[in-house]
């Protein structure tokens, strides 16, 4: 049951890129978007997350923006850096966060 | 901060033997705690969620005989592979999260099982 779709599989950008993750989901109920950054042989870590009553947000190099009739949200890494190499990934759930499903992970490599 | 300590962080086993995994949330309490499973460079497995004082709840297709889960404190989560097998060998990580409506999950390192 896949219910949060993320795209692309592997990423490679340089450093100073803009690398962007995008994700659809399915379910209308959820309505809390994080994504999460996660290094080998490490847990995941939460990296920013919106909710939909608003179109972006922006933490840092890290900007979220959602599309709420498409049922799209994506993830925008500015002046990206080689330590920023990482799998990323998207998920969804309701507000309580009980019910939280990924996506499959994007593997980012920024070269320097 | 809202640390997640997670133990051991590797084990290795004999099959047929039985493996605890601990899930501490050190700094806050978590009435709910979740446990994944993640195959190599695939995603997060939902295995079940933990609620302090409570049975916990399993996805569909997770056997609750084989993996025991018991939250017995608002700080401690235990995750036991009982009769583990190879087919059991994977990276199985907890979650906990504050009491509260939008609040996030917040993860530990992971602990690598190895079942030979």
């Known amino acids: 049951q896949q219910q949060v779709k993320q795209s692309p599989q592997s990423l490679i950008v340089q450093k100073g890129g803009i690398p962007i993750i995008n994700c659809a989901y399915e379910n209308t109920a959820f309505d809390y978007f994080p994504w999460y950054q996660q290094f080998p042989g490490k847990g995941p870590a939460l990296l920013i997350a919106i909710r939909p009553d608003v179109s972006e947000k922006k933490e840092g190099r890290f900007t979220i923006s959602f599309n709420k009739s498409a049922k799209q949200f994506s993830l925008h890494i500015m002046d990206s850096q080689p330590g920023d190499s990482a799998t990323y990934f998207c998920?969804?759930?309701?507000?309580?966060?009980?019910?939280?499903?990924f996506g499959a992970g994007t593997r980012l490599t920024v070269k320097p | 901060g809202a640390v997640v300590s997670q133990h051991p962080s590797r084990v290795i086993c004999k099959s047929g033997t039985s493996v605890k995994i601990e899930c501490r949330s050190l700094?806050?309490?978590?009435?709910?705690m979740f446990w994944y499973r993640q195959f190599p460079k695939k995603s997060l497995m939902l295995m079940a969620t933990s609620n302090e004082g409570s049975k916990a709840t399993y996805e569909q297709g997770v056997e609750k005989d084989k993996f025991l889960i018991n939250h017995a404190s608002l700080t401690l989560s235990t995750l036991t592979v009982t009769s583990a097998h190879p087919e059991d060998s994977s990276f199985y990580i907890c979650?906990?999260?504050?009491?509260?409506?939008?609040?996030?999950?917040?993860f530990g390192d992971g602990t690598r099982l190895s079942i030979l």
């Open positions: 998920a969804a759930s309701s507000y309580n966060n009980n019910d939280m499903r």
């Open positions: 979650s906990a999260r504050r009491t509260g409506d939008g609040q996030p999950q917040h």
């Open positions: 700094d806050f309490q978590a009435t709910t």
